[in-house]
């Protein structure tokens, strides 16, 4: 049995817009990886289920505080079983499949579906989605997530694929709520255990995000 959601993906994105994605061929130093992203502030967390070891990272990543941890490139129910028996607390697909979407949310799991058009994305919403990836993000561009969210603005869009620091204001004045991230973010120290070189980007990318958030002025 997973933990007790206490909150939800869109809280934790409130205060840091940042999903963090880790995707490797080899989970070396997976379990070290995403313990330093936490530990920098990089709260939320999504660990493909192809990479070596995922589950029992996530098994791991789900008991240390403060961390919000998720399962990546979810295609069938028996990675939505995995997720759940991880302690997974949302799933994260490339594609829209409704009835995915509903075996999520039947799981008690938070399901963030991809999607690009807008018959997508309102096919994933009315399933019960908590958000969409707008993926391929960087293809698409923000220009493309503010006309999507023209008709539908309740919409939450987590844009991925592709976006750096330098791009984040944009996506954020777009209407996104947070951001997938993944190699201009954790880099190969999924690979090398390059810790210290992934502590230093994980800040930068706190401390640029942070700046990037227009401040409440009430």
Do not use: N
């Amino acid at each position: 049995m997973g933990p007790v959601v206490t909150s939800s993906l869109l809280d934790q994105l409130a205060t840091m817009p940042v999903l963090a994605i880790l995707r490797s061929g080899t989970g070396a130093y997976l379990g070290s990886a995403a313990a330093a992203l936490v530990e920098c502030g990089v709260t939320c967390v999504e660990v493909t289920v192809p990479t070596p070891g995922s589950a029992d990272v996530v098994e791991d990543l789900s008991r240390m505080p403060g961390a919000y941890v998720g399962m990546g490139t979810v295609r069938s129910v028996s990675d939505l079983d995995t997720a759940v028996g991880a302690g997974a607390r949302f799933v994260v697909s490339p594609h829209t499949d409704v009835d995915l979407i509903r075996a999520a949310v039947d799981r008690g799991l938070e399901a963030v579906p991809g999607a690009m058009t807008p018959s997508e994305v309102v096919a994933a919403v009315d399933a019960g989605a908590t958000a969409v990836k707008l993926f391929p993000a960087s293809h698409l561009g923000p220009g493309y997530l503010s006309a999507l969210r023209a008709p539908l603005p309740d919409v939450p869009f987590i844009a991925t694929g592709g976006i750096g620091l330098t791009d984040v204001g944009e996506w954020i004045a777009a209407g996104a709520v947070g951001f997938g991230v993944g190699s201009p973010l954790v880099g190969d120290a999924i690979e090398t255990g390059g810790l210290e070189a992934l502590r230093s980007r994980a800040r930068a990318w706190v401390d640029g995000t942070r700046a990037s958030v227009p401040q409440d002025e009430s």
